[in-house]
Every structure is written in structure tokens, then in C-alpha cells.
């Protein structure tokens, strides 16, 4: 039996490590194109905000992913009512058909009860709280985004698709996805989702709030009538109808738990507390509904720009070393590596969001990452 942490047999990260750079070369494309057709597509506090989240949760994934994949092995070995699709031939070519419509309905699911249960809503809504949309929001992921996915994707074990298969598709998909989170391309849709289907989704005038919601496919959201396109008199205000409180990707993981807290303190009763937890986010009718607060963006020094950028680029680094090379860290060195990227990223977004203090300790984090880049090869 292998190990739970056996990550080279596991562990999908590295084609995630491997991405990277290729999101930053795509967002720096974008960023370019924005200042050609003098838009503002990007804000410095907003953008690291959105790399923190993406950074901490493909790091979590380290010790998350491989319980996610062990599970998909033991329902693929347990409850699977078909393992043919091996086969070769035009029977093998409909198993990736099958991967691919199952995985992204599993998602469009998945997806929309993000936006139906409260509870749910806290994690995924950190995907909805920038009021930008571009590339980076394809990387604002919440860090507990896959604590509760499985069940979404039990059909894909159950209809006997190898475990290959699906973590293909799915990787396909969320690399799909990235495109769709852009202003400024445009293309027909032939049934797929575009970034002019998709602005919608992170709109939060009224009439757009939770609708669209397939990641790669339309189908499933005119199946159900979660389809909706941008109207005319009613232009896209992109964010979350409780506003943007922070630029910490870190902070922003727990936002929503804490005002979810809050609102269940201030129910009358246990009923209203489950319905608080379990109804729809912000929407029960015996608590009023919460303020609209949208977090100025921060101006910084062009030293103290510089300065910030740097700091994300060594956790950037180590966040790769890691990843990549997953196979050569032991589980000490993986926990301790991983706990000194989000003490960073937390230092760095509480810089951004202008925390009494945070420049001091900092620097004092910053002046302390030779000893910590000590440790780790002490642990090697």
C-alpha cells in the first residue's frame, strides 16, 4: 500500500508549478494589450491579492491532492459499473467524450452550489471578490476550493473513466478557463464558454448573480436556465454584492467566514442559523442584508512597488522548487517550505492592505528568509 504522501505517484502539482510561468507570460501580454487601447485592466494591490490565492492553493494541493486521488482510486476500484474504456479504437476515443462532459458537469454542479449554500459560498466566493476582471482572477482560487469537490466527481470513478482520464480533462478545462477570464479578447462561442459569457458570472448586478456557471460548455447552464447574456441597459459591475474588504490573497480566505459568523450570532434561532448556513449567501430574510464596502486600491512608492514585486517572486521560486521537485522534499521540509510562502503572502497582503505595522514586520520577515532558507536544507 503506498503512502498517503507519496506525491510522485500521486501528486498532479507539477503541471501546476509548470504553469506558472505561463500564466505570467499571458498576464504580461494582457497587460501590455490593456495599455495599447489605454484601459486599466490591472491594479497592483488587486493583482497580488489574486497570485496569493492562486500560489496558496496549488501549495495546499501538496497535502490535499493525493487524498483527493487516493479517493478517486478506491471508488474507481470499488464502485466503477464499467472498465472497458481501454479498449482501443473508436471506443477508447469516447471514454475522453464521456471525461470531458462528466468532469465539466460534474464542475457545473459543484459550481453552482457554490453560490447556493452559504456555507459553501464562503470558500468559493474568493473567486468573486476582486471588482477587476483579467487574467488573474483565473488564479484567485479559495485554498479549500477541493475540500468538498469530490462527491461532485463521483460519476467519472462510477462510469469506470481512469483516473489518467480524468485528471486530463479537468486540468484541460481549468487551463481552459484561464482564456475566459479577459476583456479584451473576443471570439464566437460554438457552444463554449467565452470571456463575453463569462464577465457575466462575475457581475453582481442583480439579474447576473449566479448564472453562467459551466467552465468550458454552455449546454449545461440553457439545460438547467442558468444561461443569461449581458444585456444592453445593464452594464457589467464585476465583485461581490458585499463589496471588496481586502487585497491579502490570505485574509480573503476567511472574509467571508467571519461575516457568515456574525450573521449566525444574530439569528434568532437554531432554524435561522441552519438557514443562514445552508440558504443562499447574504439572503436571509430575518437578518438585513449586508453593507456594500469596496476597498480603495492602495498607491504605493515606485521603491516600495519594486520592492513588493521582488518578494513575490523569491515566494514565486520557492513556491516552483517545491512543487517541481516534490519528489526530492520530505514531508518536514514540504510542511515547513509551504508555511514560510503564506507567512509571506500574508505579510505581503497585509502590507497591501495597509495593516498598522505591516511594513515593519516585513522587513523583519524579509531580513529572517536566509535562516529560513537555511532550515530547509538543514531538514533536507
Given at each position: 500500500m503506498q503512502h498517503p504522501f507519496d506525491f510522485a505517484a500521486y501528486d498532479t502539482s507539477a503541471w501546476y508549478a509548470l504553469g506558472i510561468p505561463v500564466y505570467l507570460v499571458l498576464m504580461g501580454a494582457e497587460w501590455l494589450y490593456g495599455r495599447r487601447q489605454r484601459r486599466e485592466v490591472y491594479g497592483?494591490?488587486?493583482?497580488?491579492?489574486?497570485?496569493?490565492?492562486?500560489l496558496g492553493e496549488v501549495?495546499?494541493?501538496?497535502?490535499?491532492?493525493?487524498?483527493?486521488?487516493?479517493?478517486?482510486?478506491?471508488?474507481?476500484?470499488?464502485?466503477?459499473?464499467?472498465?472497458?474504456?481501454?479498449?482501443s479504437g473508436a471506443h477508447h476515443a469516447l471514454s475522453w467524450v464521456v471525461a470531458f462532459l462528466a468532469a465539466d458537469f460534474g464542475y457545473y454542479v459543484y459550481h453552482r452550489c457554490g453560490h447556493r449554500v452559504a456555507l459553501l459560498w464562503c470558500i468559493h466566493g474568493v473567486h468573486h471578490q476582486s471588482s477587476r476582471f483579467n487574467l488573474t482572477i483565473a488564479m484567485r482560487h479559495p485554498w479549500l476550493s477541493d475540500s468538498y469537490s469530490a462527491p461532485f466527481y463521483a460519476l467519472l470513478p462510477i462510469l469506470g473513466i481512469p483516473r489518467t482520464q480524468f485528471f486530463i480533462a479537468i486540468s484541460l478545462i481549468s487551463f481552459y478557463a484561464l482564456t475566459v477570464h479577459t476583456q479584451l479578447a473576443t471570439r464566437p462561442g460554438l457552444g463554449l464558454v467565452t470571456p463575453a459569457t463569462h464577465i457575466v458570472h462575475h457581475c453582481r448586478n442583480p439579474r447576473y448573480i449566479g448564472r453562467n456557471l459551466g467552465a468550458m460548455f454552455t449546454f449545461w447552464d440553457r439545460l438547467f436556465g442558468t444561461h443569461v447574456t449581458l444585456h444592453p441597459d445593464d452594464p457589467p459591475d464585476v465583485g461581490t454584492p458585499g463589496g471588496h474588504r481586502s487585497f491579502s490573497g490570505v485574509r480573503a480566505q476567511w472574509v467571508f467566514f467571519e461575516e457568515l459568523y456574525d450573521r449566525c450570532r444574530q439569528a434568532p434561532g437554531w432554524k435561522d442559523r441552519l438557514r443562514v448556513l445552508l440558504g443562499p449567501p447574504g439572503r436571509s430574510a430575518a437578518l438585513p442584508v449586508l453593507p456594500d464596502v469596496r476597498a480603495a486600491e492602495p498607491v504605493f512608492l515606485l521603491r516600495e512597488r519594486l520592492y513588493l514585486v521582488a518578494q513575490v517572486a523569491i515566494l514565486v521560486g520557492g513556491s516552483v522548487y517545491l512543487l517541481w521537485w516534490r519528489e526530492l522534499h520530505g514531508t518536514a521540509v514540504l510542511l515547513a517550505g509551504v508555511g514560510w510562502v503564506l507567512a509571506g503572502l500574508h505579510s505581503v497582503g497585509a502590507v497591501a492592505d495597509g495593516a498598522p505595522g505591516a511594513w515593519r514586520r516585513e522587513r523583519?520577515?524579509?531580513?529572517?528568509t536566509p535562516v529560513m532558507l537555511g532550515v530547509l536544507v538543514a531538514l533536507r
Open positions: 497592483f494591490a488587486d493583482t497580488l491579492g489574486n497570485l496569493s490565492c492562486g501549495l495546499i494541493g501538496l497535502f490535499l491532492g493525493p487524498w483527493l486521488v487516493g479517493l478517486y482510486d478506491w471508488a474507481f476500484a470499488h464502485m466503477a459499473i464499467y472498465r472497458g474504456w481501454d479498449q523583519v520577515r524579509a531580513a529572517l
